[in-house]
């Protein structure tokens, strides 16, 4: 779901004009395949998450009104917690590290490669959300608020609209720092600073309902993507093997995640320092694991279809859950029915991802 995690070799460099040097060729570029799987484990991760969720909302959030599908509901959504924290920190290396920017103009064929899939899906979305009856409003309402940041009725989109703003101020940053002076990105990064205050001033002295202003990022995301570029840039341990017992606080971090919703408050959110705990125990479990070479070419197709994935998975998940979740559930059934849901789902999004991939459909739909 995020941009590759690593770039190819350059080719030859191209001869310099007459009176100058001629630049060496660009350095090679390590293909990162724990990257690769780590991008993979966090978009099923997602889905997990995402039908966990759904068990919940059946349940009304109260484990009285069905204790099996709650329960079930309640662990499956927290063990995808993860996820989210995860894909901000892969954002942060591929920026600062991975296949860092040279100029505005690639940084804004990278974005453009997110805002149209983006507008493709939400049309989608309010397509399906009216054929089934769900919408809450019409679509022309809500594709105006989509313009400006809300994600009805795909609730998951809301993850582009803070992590285009992280790259943005990422890229210049990383920009600033090689010696580029990006005006035109320092001018956008100030609207979208100062859109959502002048948008409630709008609404405020013309008394129009304007639509919120969603596009921006909570200080949790950017410090997630620069600390998991500092994580995933350190270089291999001496056994070339990453260290498992990480996944012994991830665990315990789990554990406290299903008592807190449960007890306190459901949905955690992702800047609790035990979604930050339980992320990092899983990204430094993971960090530099080797991945056999038979496995490498299959897990660089479906890290490369997460993207799709993601767009795509809400809509096969909620015509899943609608038929089969009820509150009648016994626990091992529900345990077991989340399970196979999230493998029904995770199986046939990556699918539809790498058919359309086949049929050179990625620039449309991710």
Do not use: K
């Amino acid at each position: 779901m995020t941009m590759p995690s690593s770039a190819s070799p350059a080719g030859p460099a191209l001869p310099a004009p007459s009176g100058q040097p001629a630049p060496g060729p660009r350095p090679h570029r390590e293909h990162r395949y724990d990257i690769d799987l780590i991008r993979l484990l966090c978009s099923v991760g997602v889905i997990l998450c995402h039908t966990g969720s759904a068990f919940v909302n059946t349940a009304g959030r109260e484990a009285g009104n069905g204790p099996g599908t709650y329960w079930a509901g309640l662990v499956a959504d927290s063990a995808g917690r993860f996820a989210v924290p995860l894909f901000f920190a892969i954002a942060g290396w591929v920026v600062l590290v991975g296949a860092p920017v040279r100029d505005g103009r690639q940084l804004w064929r990278r974005i453009v490669r997110i805002l149209v899939p983006l507008a493709v899906w939400t049309v989608l979305y309010i397509a399906w959300g009216r054929l089934r009856g769900t919408n809450d409003a019409p679509a022309g309402e809500l594709a105006l608020d989509a313009l400006f940041g809300s994600v009805r009725p795909a609730y998951h989109l809301w993850y582009l609209y803070a992590y285009i703003p992280v790259i943005l101020l990422l890229a210049f940053a990383a920009l600033v720092r090689s010696g580029s002076r990006p005006w035109g990105l320092g001018a956008a990064l100030l609207v979208l600073g100062a859109a959502p205050t002048l948008s409630g001033d709008l609404a405020a002295v013309t008394g129009l309902d304007l639509p919120r202003f969603g596009w921006g990022f909570g200080p949790y995301q950017l410090i997630y993507a620069v600390l998991g570029a500092l994580v995933l840039a350190l270089p291999a341990r001496a056994s070339g093997r990453p260290s498992p017992w990480w996944l012994l606080p991830a665990g315990a971090s789990l554990a406290a995640i299903v008592a807190y919703q449960h007890g306190v408050h459901y949905a955690i959110p992702y800047a609790s320092v035990l979604v930050a705990l339980f992320s990092g125990g899983v990204l430094l479990a993971l960090h530099r694991v080797r991945v056999p070479d038979r496995l490498r070419p299959a897990l660089t197709r479906l890290a490369g279809a997460s993207f799709g994935a993601y767009m795509v998975h809400v809509l096969v998940l909620g015509v899943l859950t609608d038929a089969l979740v009820d509150t009648d559930l016994a626990l091992p059934v529900a345990a077991a029915l989340a399970l196979a849901v999230t493998a029904a789902t995770t199986a046939l999004s990556f699918g539809a991802a790498l058919l359309w991939t086949r049929l050179g459909l990625t620039r449309l739909l991710g």
